[in-house]
Nanobody, 126 residues
Framework: QVQVVESGGGLVHPGGSLTLSCAVS????????FAWYRQVSGKEREDIAC????????EISDSVSGRFTLSRNNVNNTIKLQMNNLKSEDSGVYYC???????????????????WGQGTQVTVSP
């Protein structure tokens, strides 16, 4: 059974940092691309970052570029979204999604990702 589970969310002050993790089971990590999305109640889901199956390509949205980084370790089976210099507008529920692909690049198209976690809440507040 395929499972995607996010963790690492919480409450942080503006300027602080959080590291979100995406744990997976039921499939081979190295054969999947991953993407992170952010959802704020009442707003459209926002693309945050994606990483190719071999980790050679990442894409970071303009809204978080320079502050967020996405990495993966296919040996240790970890996907990590490092979030630095957090702002109040970074608050929301963060979702990790996975798709089986060997493409050299990742894409943000959410419909391309069949496996989703339940989300983890990030709140940035003074």
């Amino acid at each position: 059974q395929v499972q995607v589970v996010e963790s690492g969310g919480g409450l942080v002050h503006p300027g602080g940092s959080l590291t979100l993790s995406c744990a997976v089971s039921g499939f081979t990590l190295g054969e999947h691309a991953f993407a992170w999305y952010r959802q704020v109640s009442g707003k459209e889901r926002e693309d945050i970052a994606c990483i190719s199956s071999n980790g050679g390509y990442t894409e970071i949205s303009d809204s978080v570029s320079g502050r967020f980084t996405l990495s993966r370790n296919n040996v240790n089976n970890t996907i990590k979204l490092q979030m630095n210099n957090l702002k109040s507008e970074d608050s929301g529920v963060y979702y990790c999604a996975a798709a089986s692909t060997r493409r050299l690049k990742c894409i943000f198209t959410s419909s391309a990702y069949p496996y989703w976690g339940q989300g983890t809440q990030v709140t940035v507040s003074p």
